[in-house]
């Protein structure tokens, strides 16, 4: 059943936009002339350090407003919520889209590109397989008769503006211009006026990403005149600074939604989302398949049947068209939600008391909801639009209400943060949505931003760098070691000593073999994200280490730009007595609680070990727990509950579990 959540939770937020976090939606430079030539969807480190003079994105917003009658202020709100402002060296999005007001050019929407670790070897991710064998997603473009109208909106205002394609692509003031021209447009056919009040203009906005029903546009357009009562102002990626006044009793009109002709919305009954959001149903399907196989998930009673615990937040690598697609293929992979690019729309696949086939890891599966993502992490310019980090959010805040999961990064977990579940797993798990999700972002527009909680002597930090200024260097995105283009992270780099001079730590579970982990946009062997904490192992000038998968690693922290807080909690070191203890993937029962008929699994611990004097952040307790889940009825089904119990832990960029006995939990200021 639906459920609601009220919109005035995000209100103490918008006045708290910080610079910091910024999200990285598409854009182009100021002015054709300043950009490199670049081929549809490749980037330019030298494009991006280019700059216009500063406040030429806010003229340019100014003349399309006097050009084309549409008010400046919702031209600037649109255009936050498509790209928040930001440039990208001129490529597209996901979804095609280019420039501040994100016009989308179908021409260059990319139905899917090769998925990072893909891992479809074991979709359940508890080392059975699936009938019709490992499936891998191939890059295309959609079929030309498969195009929504949503990937034509920069052909749509090269007609109404008269202005050519490619300068609707690379010049940002040209861009401005056909986004304005559509608004006009639209406001047009509608037979409304171009009217200077903005609350004229609330069908227009509606329709502007394109949606096709009348609850996605009426979404969009509620967070558009949200963002106009509560004004922003910041600097963009190549140093615009922008700014719209804030106008707060400025009217929400949904009755002129009703204009713009779109069908009604999905039956709001069958999901289980916030109000405040669109959401519709589009199920995964439960089959049989070729002898006792079945897919693509697995019925169950959560949470009377196990507790959920997580939420894990995957992309999708592909586009939407694709992901649905794959969704209603009973041989693929499942997870519960996908959230889409260009208007935040979601769609329900698996109900949450069910256990979709998501993280890669059966114990994680079993106790978590998933959820897509519309886009790519190794392509920092195939961005996530502000819409969809705010419908997100509302989703996730939602879950963590109904299903009673604390919103920390101990609880929800990006994809690259779930562990591997045997030592020979761990090369396989994904790595989405990687380095350049924004989860400080996430996290405000959660009602829950990071802050710091602890002293000077507290013990522990939370990784928390300022998104827009931490810009650490990638290679990977465009292809094998290529340099990526500078860009926004919230993560930082991990190294033996305190020099950027010095090795990164190394990962005994990635590479076996002794080799150095790398600055890949994929590898996660020395690298900690926004929100994750870590228990302090020693200070050396504007340098931070912390324990790390068992070893020292240092992180840049100068007082200058910190990249970490302080935080005070709990933290678990081995038992008086005992040298090291294991590490395990999953926290799964002693081989005595399981019943006649249910096989034992074992408990393989992960090829890392926690030393003596040495601390971990701890997470939450668990229950050691197994779902025997490999038939087809349910009722074949079983939950095996053991005595031992676990922590979970931030042991590396992955969280680990360690048993209770084998170790100490104190304050991390001891």
């Known amino acids: 059943m639906r459920g609601s959540v009220p919109e005035s939770w995000t209100a103490p937020l918008r006045a708290l936009r910080r610079s910091r976090g910024a999200f990285r939606a598409a854009g182009v430079l100021a002015s054709a002339a300043l950009l490199l030539p670049l081929a549809p969807g490749a980037a330019s480190a030298t494009a991006t350090d280019r700059r216009a003079p500063s406040g030429a994105l806010q003229r340019a917003f100014a003349a399309a407003s006097q050009e084309y009658r549409v008010p400046q202020s919702v ?26 007001m994100h016009l989308t050019d179908a021409a260059h929407a990319v139905a899917a590109v090769p998925h990072h670790s893909d891992g479809r070897e074991d979709p359940r991710g508890d080392g059975s397989r699936p009938a019709a064998g490992p499936r891998a997603v191939r890059p295309s473009l959609l079929p030309a008769g498969e195009l929504p109208a949503r990937l034509r909106t920069l052909e749509q205002a090269a007609r109404v503006s008269g202005l050519s394609r490619e300068a609707l692509r690379r010049d940002p003031a040209a861009n401005v211009r056909g986004g304005a021209a559509l608004l006009a447009a639209a406001q047009k056919r509608l037979g409304l006026p171009l009217s200077e009040d903005p609350a ?12 096709s029903d009348t609850a996605t546009a009426a979404a969009f357009a509620r967070d558009v005149f949200d963002v106009l009562r509560s004004g922003q102002r910041r600097t963009t990626d190549v140093g615009q600074r922008v700014a719209l006044p804030a106008a707060p009793r400025l009217p929400d009109r949904p009755e002129l939604v009703g204009r713009l002709g779109l069908s ?21 399907p439960y089959e049989k398949l070729q002898g006792d196989n079945y897919g693509n998930h697995d019925l169950a009673d959560r949470p009377d049947s196990q507790k959920t615990e997580f939420i894990v937040i995957h992309d999708t690598e592909g586009s939407w068209e694709t992901t649905i697609k794959l969704i209603k293929d009973p041989a693929y992979v499942s997870w519960n939600y ?79 943060n779930v562990p591997g579940t045997t030592p020979a797993t761990i090369k396989g798990m994904h790595t989405d ?29 939370t990784v928390l760098p300022d998104y827009d200024a931490h810009k650490p260097a990638y290679t990977g995105c465009t292809g094998p070691a290529k340099p990526c283009a500078p860009h926004g992270s919230g993560a930082v780099r991990l190294y033996t000593q305190p020099s950027e001079k010095a090795p990164l730590v190394k990962d005994a579970g990635l590479r076996p073999d002794g080799s150095a982990s790398t600055i890949d946009v994929n590898d996660t062997g020395a690298r900690a994200s926004t929100g994750q904490q870590f228990a302090v192992a020693g200070h050396k000038g504007s340098w931070t280490a912390i324990w790390y998968l068992g070893q020292v690693a240092w992180f840049k922290n100068p007082l200058s730009q910190p990249t970490a807080v302080n935080a005070y909690g709990s933290v678990v070191t081995p038992k008086e007595g005992l040298a090291e203890v294991p590490v395990f993937g999953r926290a799964y029962p002693e081989k005595e609680a399981y019943p006649a008929g249910v096989p034992v699994q074992a408990l393989a611990p992960l090829p890392y070990k926690l030393p003596a004097g040495q601390a971990y952040v701890m997470g939450q307790r668990l229950r050691s727990e197994y779902l025997w889940a490999k038939t087809f009825d349910p009722a074949g089904h079983k939950v095996i509950r053991g005595k031992d119990a676990y922590y979970e832990i931030q042991f590396g960029h992955r969280v680990a579990f360690v048993k209770a006995a084998d170790v100490t939990v104190r304050p991390s200021n001891r």
């Open 200 to 211: 004229d203009w609330f069908g227009a906005v509606a329709g502007y990403p394109g949606a």
């Open 338 to 416: 996908t959230v889409r690019s260009a208007d935040g729309h979601i769609a329900q696949h698996v109900p949450t008391k069910d256990v979709a086939w998501h993280a890669g890891n059966w114990y994680v599966n079993a106790k978590s909801v998933g959820i897509e993502h519309e886009g790519f992490l190794a392509q920092p310019d195939a961005w996530y639009t502000e819409e969809m980090y705010r419908t997100s959010a509302r989703l996730v805040r939602y879950l963590a209400q109904q299903l009673r999961i604390p919103l920390d990064r101990q609880h929800v977990l990006g994809h690259d």
């Open 264 to 284: 009604d919305p999905p039956d709001e009954e069958e999901t289980e989302c916030p109000a405040a959001v669109a959401c519709e149903a589009i199920p995964a």
């Open 433 to 461: 949505p990687g380095p350049y999700w924004d989860w400080a972002h996430y996290f405000d527009l959660m009602g829950k931003p990071f802050r710091p909680t602890g002293g000077a002597y507290a013990g522990m930090v």
């Open 75 to 100: 031209l600037l709100g649109v255009s936050y919520l498509e790209s928040r402002w930001d440039t990208h060296s001129g490529a597209p999005s996901v979804t095609g889209g280019y420039g501040p």
